[in-house]
C-alpha cells in the first residue's frame, strides 16, 4: 500500500513558468520534508514541517514555496522554475524524534 | 555541524559474494539514529536498515548487517549474497533527536552476474 504519494511522477514545464508538485501521505505523520535531488547526488533538504509549523533551511531560494494546508498533504511551488531547477523532488515523512523517516516516490521536473 | 562521509562513490561486487560499503560521521550528540536508505535507478528511496545509537548490538535485516562502532563514529553496510537486485545508489544517513537528517554523498553498488 502506498504510504506517501507523489503527483505527477513527471512534470515538465517550461522556463519561468509555475510549477506545483503535491505530496499525500496516509501515515497521518506530523512532519513532512521536501528534498531536491540531483542527479547521483544526495538529497538536499529545501523545507520541513512540523505539523503546521514551516521551517525554511536558509539556502532554499525564494523561487520555492511550500503549503501545507492539511496533515495529509503538502505542496511544494516553484514560481519562476530555471534551468538548475530540473531535479528530482523527493518528499518525505515522520512521525516523531524517535522514527523512521519514509519517502515517497519522487518527482521529476523537467524545464524546457 | 554534523556530517556524514562515504569514502567510496563505486563499489562492485559478484553475485553471491559479500560487499561492505562504508561510512563514517561527526557528532558531539551522544543520542542519535544511523541509517542506510537504497535507492535504485528511477525509483523510490527506501530504508534498508536502521540503528539507535544506545543500543550496542549492531542491527540485523536479512542479507543485510551493520557494524556500528560508536566510538570511532563508524557505521559500514555488509550485503550477504549479493543479488542483482541489490543494485543500487545506497546512502547512508545521522539523524539526531529533533534534527533534520544528514545524508552522506552515497555509494552506487553494481552487482555482476
Known amino acids: 500500500d502506498a504510504m506517501v504519494i507523489q503527483n505527477p511522477r513527471y512534470q515538465v514545464t517550461q522556463f519561468g513558468k509555475p510549477v506545483t508538485l503535491s505530496c499525500s501521505q496516509t501515515l497521518n505523520h506530523n512532519v513532512m520534508y521536501w528534498y531536491q535531488q540531483k542527479s547521483s547526488q544526495a538529497p538536499k533538504l529545501l523545507f520541513h514541517?512540523?505539523?503546521?509549523?514551516?521551517?525554511n533551511e536558509a539556502d532554499t531560494p525564494d523561487n520555492f514555496q511550500s503549503r501545507r494546508p492539511n496533515t495529509s498533504f503538502c505542496f511544494l511551488d516553484i514560481r519562476s522554475p530555471g534551468l538548475g531547477d530540473a531535479a528530482m523532488y523527493l518528499c518525505?515523512?515522520?512521525?516523531?524524534?524517535?522514527?523512521?523517516?519514509?519517502f515517497g516516490p519522487g518527482t521529476r521536473l523537467l524545464v524546457l | 555541524a554534523q556530517t556524514v562521509t562515504q569514502s567510496q562513490p563505486e563499489m562492485s561486487v559478484q553475485e553471491a559474494e559479500t560487499v561492505t560499503l562504508s561510512c563514517t560521521y561527526d557528532?558531539?550528540?551522544?543520542?542519535?539514529?544511523l541509517f542506510w536508505y537504497k535507492q535504485p535507478p528511477s525509483r523510490q528511496m527506501i530504508l534498508v536498515i536502521r540503528q539507535e545509537a544506545y543500543k550496542q548490538q549492531n542491527a540485523t535485516e536479512n542479507r543485510f548487517s551493520v557494524n556500528f562502532q560508536k566510538a570511532a563514529k563508524s557505521f559500514s553496510l555488509k550485503i550477504s549474497d549479493s543479488q542483482l537486485g541489490d543494485a543500487a545508489m545506497y546512502f547512508c544517513a545521522y539523524r539526531s533527536r529533533g534534527n533534520d537528517m544528514r545524508f552522506g554523498a552515497g555509494t552506487r553498488l553494481t552487482v555482476k552476474p
Open positions: 518525505a515523512t515522520r512521525a516523531g524524534p524517535q522514527e523512521t523517516q519514509y
Open positions: 557528532t558531539s550528540e551522544s543520542d542519535y539514529y
Open positions: 514541517y512540523y505539523d503546521k509549523d514551516f521551517n
